[in-house]
């Protein structure tokens, strides 16, 4: 596979538009879901997203192949992702998740009541995401939202398999805890639990 | 509070019943309450936010409005030279805003031409004069200079005369009145050359007797200071001034010195 892209990049870096073209086809739809998850905000991971592939672009020939050419993307764009991470949170609205940020993640469904449950859970969830240290915060959009594998993870943060799930683990303890924590506070303990069922999760 | 077991599970790549099964079974998992898997099945109901077209065209164009650092490197060149079309020199500008290493490399090489240009010595002349003398014996061109032009103009001249021309009107008649000109121009050539060398001949002179000037002071203060430490050295010591002894030996005070002043009131 990484031979592959290595010759997709090869091309890229001989000119051809074709080639490009591919890469961005390829590559184009994740770079934006991840921008999106770290900004949520459409212009910000548009913006974000272009710079990613600036940045790509301009660095195409250190591309070696020795690794899976997302992992690369996200390795070169790593800290562009962060520091809008962090001026987001800086930003007040961070913690208040508006219906229009998470509106673009949602599935359409027939019955209007689990929609509602899915939204406010969404805005829960990344409000808290908001609360948790950026290390592992990272990890858990990169591989519960975005999906990469785990390997994809370890090589585009520089970090071991075993290190990438302790903290994977360590994040999604911590955001069930705070979740927890947020119901308790506002007298709806067992709201979460009524979420989760609603999404079909173990509990 | 995350319970260890269940973490070491879960980076043992245990399944989710694996995991369930120990939280039916643990006391710590089942106070924590909601799970870790709840997180992971949130998240999964979500979909991926689509891209928006204008961005996937706007992606798709950026080999036309950048420059990898590979082609920067072909393009600077171009432009030290201010030969690059007006699309590369764009993508070049817009690359070298975002580069650090390229904005550095370009800003060095397109220095250079701003650079000036060194002024010559006031001496260059001179050094120059003197050194062109060397590199005619070198080669040929001897035959050329000013000495050789007037030698032969003279050579030619008895020739001629020795004939039985006069050479002043056969070289009217043939037109050559040039030669007198070219004749002139040698003679000024040798003129300058001449000035020059007397130019750097004089500098030379004014370098020497610099240096003289100074050994000659250094050597004047050595005469004068050795001549001061012979004197010194010659001149009669001051001979100390004995005392009266008494028969002890020892010192004996004078008349004067032992003779008191009353006063009276």
Not at chain 1, 82 to 89: F, G, T
Not at chain 2, 86 to 106: M, Q, T, Y
Not at chain 2, 182 to 190: E, F, M
Request: a positive charge; glycine letters at 6%.
């Amino acid at each position: 596979m990484s031979a592959e892209e290595k010759a997709l990049v090869d091309r890229c870096r001989q000119g051809e538009d074709d080639a490009w073209r591919t890469l961005v086809d390829q590559f184009g739809q994740k770079v934006y879901s991840v921008a999106y998850h770290f900004t949520l905000n459409r212009d910000d991971a548009e913006e974000l997203s272009q710079e990613i592939f600036l940045k790509t672009f301009e660095n195409l020939h250190r591309y070696d192949g020795s690794f899976p050419l997302v992992a690369w993307l996200l390795s070169l764009s790593r800290n562009l992702c962060i520091d809008r991470y962090r001026r987001r949170k800086r930003e007040k609205s961070f913690r208040f998740v508006s219906d229009d940020a998470v509106a673009p993640l949602l599935k359409s469904d027939d019955d209007p009541a689990a929609e509602a449950l899915r939204k406010e859970r969404s805005k829960i969830l990344f409000s808290v995401l908001a609360e948790i240290p950026e290390d592992l915060a990272e990890i858990l959009v990169l591989r519960d939202l975005d999906g990469l594998a785990y390997d994809e993870i370890g090589k585009a943060l520089d970090l071991p398999d075993g290190t990438v799930k302790s903290r994977l683990f360590r994040a999604r303890a911590e955001v069930a805890r705070r979740i927890r924590e947020r119901h308790e506070r506002r007298g709806t303990a067992g709201a979460f639990q009524t979420l989760a069922v609603a999404a079909g999760g173990v509990l | 509070m995350s319970c260890p077991d269940l973490e070491k599970l879960f980076l043992a790549g245990a399944s989710r019943e694996d995991a369930r099964r120990h939280r039916d079974s643990c006391a710590t998992c089942r106070a924590a309450g909601p799970d870790a898997d709840a997180v992971e099945d949130i998240a999964s109901t979500l979909k991926a936010p689509e891209m928006p077209p204008s961005l996937h065209a706007a992606l798709i164009d950026i080999p036309r409005r950048t420059v990898s650092c590979e082609g920067a490197e072909r393009l600077l060149p171009l432009a030290v030279e201010n030969e690059l079309l007006p699309d590369d020199e764009r993508r070049l500008s817009s690359h070298l805003s975002r580069c650090g290493g390229c904005s550095e490399a370009a800003a060095t090489l397109l220095g250079t031409r701003d650079l000036a240009e060194p002024i010559a010595p006031p001496w260059l002349a001179g050094r120059l004069a003197v050194a062109r003398p060397a590199k005619r014996r070198r080669s040929l061109s001897w035959i050329f200079g000013p000495k050789s032009v007037i030698a032969f103009a003279y050579g030619a001249a008895v020739v001629v005369m020795l004939l039985g021309f006069n050479p002043a009107d056969l070289a009217r008649k043939v037109g050559v009145g040039e030669l007198g000109q070219s004749t002139r121009a040698a003679v000024l050539v040798a003129e300058s050359s001449v000035t020059d060398r007397l130019g750097a001949l004089q500098e030379r002179v004014a370098r020497t007797l610099a240096v003289w000037k100074g050994r000659a002071g250094g050597y004047g203060r050595a005469v004068v200071s050795n001549a001061v430490s012979i004197i010194w050295k010659n001149s009669p010591k001051q001979r100390t001034v004995e005392r009266p002894r008494n028969r002890d030996g020892r010192g004996a005070f004078k008349e004067s010195e032992t003779t008191t002043t009353s006063w009276r009131t």
